[in-house]
């Protein structure tokens, strides 16, 4: 055996981020969440439940098929919040894996599967309720689950308003177990010009509160106006 020949050491295993994407209105903000992390070089497992394929449809027009959902995806995340459809184009989406949400045998619905938390964005009242209620009633509910009892990070971006006394406990038992509450409130100090500036920032808090690195907002930095003042970058 020839000792000289160059080794390629190997591959790193694979560990991606589970977003979760449930019902709620505000599917312009799991697409921010999903550009983030791919631009990061992050990968992503991604798990979109029955209702949310429906509010996908509603809030884009465009839908997000089992079969076809590669294509769909690239689609979706192309397309800007208010509508614009190639705002984003090319997105690459080849290290995005997708489980259909009652594939209840799928990767993230054990604790042995290898990932490093878990995002669901946007979060509706009802997700919220069986992720704090340990109801797994499907794969977004059951990864949730496993992820709070792994002890790895939850973060949930609540998206209703008002909010019911039963959902406020619901999400304080959510905090008690570990994970982010992080309602989708944008902010107006980063010097916002249209609804994309707000999802992004939206999307950038929660990529904050996972520890992923990205400039999806302007940070503030303790100086009165400089939003408007400072250019924005993209």
């Known amino acids: 055996m020839d000792d000289s020949t160059p080794r390629v050491p190997p591959r790193p295993a694979r560990k991606p981020w589970i977003v979760g994407v449930s019902g709620a209105s505000g ?8 550009r983030g992390l791919l631009q990061a070089g992050e990968a992503v497992d991604l798990v979109v439940s029955r209702a ?3 509010t996908v449809l509603d809030e884009t027009g465009a ?3 089992d079969a076809h959902w590669r294509e769909d995806l690239a689609r ?6 208010d509508g614009t459809p190639d705002r984003f184009a090319g997105a690459d989406v080849s290290d995005v894996r997708y489980w259909a949400a009652g594939d209840l045998a799928a990767g993230p619905s054990s604790g042995s599967y290898a990932v490093k938390g878990m995002l669901i964005v946007p979060a509706s009242t009802a997700c919220v309720a069986g992720v704090a209620l340990g109801l797994s009633k499907d794969l977004l509910q059951r990864a949730a689950s496993v992820t709070l009892k792994e002890r790895r990070p939850l973060v949930v971006a609540v998206r209703e308003t008002p909010l019911s006394g039963q959902t406020l406990r619901h999400l304080v038992a959510l905090d ?13 100090y980063a010097g916002a010009t249209d609804i994309q500036d707000l999802v992004d920032f939206v999307a950038g808090r929660v990529l904050d509160a996972a520890g992923v690195p990205h400039k999806l907002y302007r940070r503030w930095e303790g100086e009165l106006g400089a939003a408007r003042t400072e250019p924005r970058t993209e």
């Open 176 to 188: 008690e177990a570990g994970a982010v509450v992080l309602p989708a409130s944008p902010a107006f």
């Open 63 to 65: 839908p997000l098929r």
């Open 52 to 54: 949310a394929r429906l």
């Open 76 to 81: 979706w995340l192309a397309r800007g919040a």
């Open 27 to 34: 599917t312009p903000y799991a697409a921010a969440v999903l």
